[in-house]
């Protein structure tokens, strides 16, 4: 890890209260992230679900429109829902959940360095065609955020709401 990701980490650990971000090392390919129940970090906006007890999966889809089809989710608390994300476009793109004033802090960190890899089981980054998925159990009732943070499209409204009742 160089003095640069160490000094953002520092940056982004003051600016979120949880410790949901884990960047570092990563690659851009879209893949489901293995579940182990002793790693799973409670987080605001919910935690890593396990994917046996998905009862519902949302198809997402992304463009270079800089829009989330559909943009308004809704589950019910507790629910386990598989995020299936396809993109549509030709351009990169993320999925990335959380609370909006964190994602907000998160997209201005990436503002700085751009180049900046990050990954954690509530984001997902998927290449131009292709699908990914995040497995999420939203246990915390509440408006929740989701957002693409790649410079400029966060920018663009490239965001979206989930609705927890
Ligand atoms: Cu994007």
Known sequence: MN???????????LLT???????????HTPKTRPYVASQVVDTPFGRQGDPRKVTRTIAIQMGDNMRFTPSALT???GETVRLKVTNRGQLLHELVLGTEDALKAHAEAMRKHPGMVHDDPSMVHVAAGATGEIVWQFHRAGEFS???????HFEAGMTGKVVVQ
């Open 75 to 77: 589950v019910k608390r």
């Open 17 to 27: 209260s949880t410790a949901a971000f884990a960047h570092g090392d990563g690659d």
């Open 3 to 13: 003095r640069h990701t160490t000094g953002l980490l520092a940056v982004l650990a």
């Open 146 to 152: 989701f957002a693409c943070l790649l410079p400029g």
